[in-house]
């Protein structure tokens, strides 16, 4: 009993995580179609995608998500500490509400993709295809006498796994699923169970979708149960904040990660991640000790855009490769941007992708035979993460 309790703590403790970064990720996004977020000038240096505390406080202030500005920076301090943004310079550990530079880490680089995180990202990217599924086994069912909205039986959702190619065996899949009960984002309907390939009934106990008000991040020790299980139908068709991509991507922006440049990060071994869906993002990428960087001072990743006519072009300084990847358990570890055509923004080493070929400035073709040439990344992004495990890649590599 004893044992059982702790891990009921520690599934709470990581689903209140995951609703601070799914918080601050929306509000990223916003800030970033407000034009808050951008590069600045401060004694004679240049500091891409970052925003002025004060600022921030005025705009939290003006759209309501804080009552006044001792609120509002205690909101930012709480995603301080979470990780979510910090200093440009990392030499304060306090957020002040005066003229001085802050970003987030997912615009440059330095956000912490550890397992907890990963299986975040995964949990999400099931929940958006099971949400976008036209017969999907999210549905309103009874169990001794209670209705519970958007719920599953066990068994169900392993022979979805294994139906869409997300686990190779019902163990694997069993495997899965206990540890994404672990992590707090399914759990039994009236949490007496662990996770059983039998007729019980799940949920998901974290909407993905659902839009966040910051105020919630300071009540986050309270239980809101039947807020987090409830969509409505609107919901389904808001994005997940942790898909790759940006509300209004440009050229030269980052999909997950950051809006124009990568840096190195050290996020120690790798297990898996989405990706795609990365915004995802998912989908969704780790970038190692050992990955590729690009380095701010040396422009964008791309020398200069590309249409889609000139990559087809006769003569055209780009090298045809068919790339097959094989995701792991959680991951095809690479991310792609771009209008269209989209191309290959980063890639983990140590991933499924690597293995396969896949490279930075990558530009795609197809996926598994459809073309995606005039398709931007959100929408290729979409087609891996809702596609079989095994992704057929068709790119354009730029000769050396």
Known sequence: MERASSVRRKAMARQLKGEVMIAGEQLRLRLHDGKLIKDRRYHLRTYPNCFVAQELIDWLVSHKEAPDRATAVCLMQHLMDHDIIHHVCDKRSVLKDAKLLYRFRKDDGTFPFNREVKIFMRGQ????????????????????????????????????????????????????????QEHGIIQHVTKKYDFFDSGLLY????????????????????????????????????????????????????????????????????????????????????????????????????????TSEELLAPGAPFMKKVLTVIGDDLAWGFVVRGMAPCYVQAVDPGSPAAAAGVKVRQFLCQVNGQCVLYLDYRTVSRLVMTGPRTVVLEVMEPLE
């Open 125 to 180: 990217q099931l929940f958006e295809h099971l949400i976008g599924d036209k017969d999907s086994i999210l549905q309103l069912r009874v169990e001794q006498g209670v209705a519970y909205q958007r719920s599953f039986p066990g068994c169900q959702l392993i022979d979805w796994l294994l139906q869409n190619m997300e686990a190779e065996s019902r163990r694997q899949a069993l495997d899965l699923c206990r540890i994404l």
């Open 203 to 306: 949920q998901f106990c974290i909407n993905f979708c659902r839009r966040r008000h910051l105020s919630e991040l300071l009540s986050e020790s309270e239980e809101d149960d039947e807020d987090v299980l409830i969509l409505t139908q609107e919901d389904n068709h808001l994005e997940s904040p942790f898909v790759l991509h940006k509300s209004h991507p440009q050229e030269g922006s980052s999909a997950f990660q950051s809006d124009k440049y990568l840096k190195q990060v050290n996020s120690g071994r790798r297990r898996s991640l989405t990706q795609l869906h990365s915004a995802g993002f998912p989908p969704f990428v780790q970038l190692n000790s050992t990955s590729v960087i690009c380095n701010p001072k040396s422009g964008k990743l791309l020398s200069r855009s590309y």
